[in-house]
């Protein structure tokens, strides 16, 4: 069973920046897509980015878009969310999680979908003064 670990939260400033990482022991995150998701107390669960397996083609949300970077290090073993220019509303639990599906040469930002099978355990990250 593939497990997911992320890091890298914390407590930051607005405008400040964090990098989270998403990793796994025991197996390799090559072949699988991996969504980068967060869930704010009372909200409903929110994708931000992904990256596909091949091509490392990547997916943004609106929310994120010319603030937040996806990439992977294959490796590393490690996918990481490169965050600037944080804001308070960007305060929640961030999550990363695995597609099914395996060697696929795009990935989707949506939850909803279904598509990601694997999840972590979250890391907190909060926006405050």
């Known amino acids: 069973q593939l497990q997911l670990v992320e890091s890298g939260g914390g407590l930051v400033q607005p405008g400040g920046s964090l990098r989270l990482a998403c990793t796994t022991s025991g197996f390799t995150l090559d072949p699988y897509a991996i969504g980068w998701f967060r869930q704010a107390p009372g909200k409903e669960r929110e994708g931000i980015s992904c990256?596909?397996?091949?091509?490392?083609?990547?997916e943004i949300a609106d929310s994120a878009k010319g603030r937040f970077t996806i990439s992977r290090d294959n490796a590393k073993n490690t996918v990481y969310l490169q965050m600037n220019s944080l804001k308070p509303e960007d305060t929640a639990v961030y999550y990363c999680?695995?597609?099914?599906?395996?060697?696929?040469?795009?990935?989707?930002?949506?939850?909803?979908?279904?598509?990601?099978?694997?999840w972590g355990q979250g890391t907190q990250v909060t926006v405050s003064s």
């Open positions: 999680a695995a597609d099914w599906g395996l060697y696929l040469p795009a990935c989707t930002v949506d939850p909803s979908k279904g598509r990601y099978k694997y």
């Open positions: 990256i596909s397996s091949v091509d490392s083609i990547s």
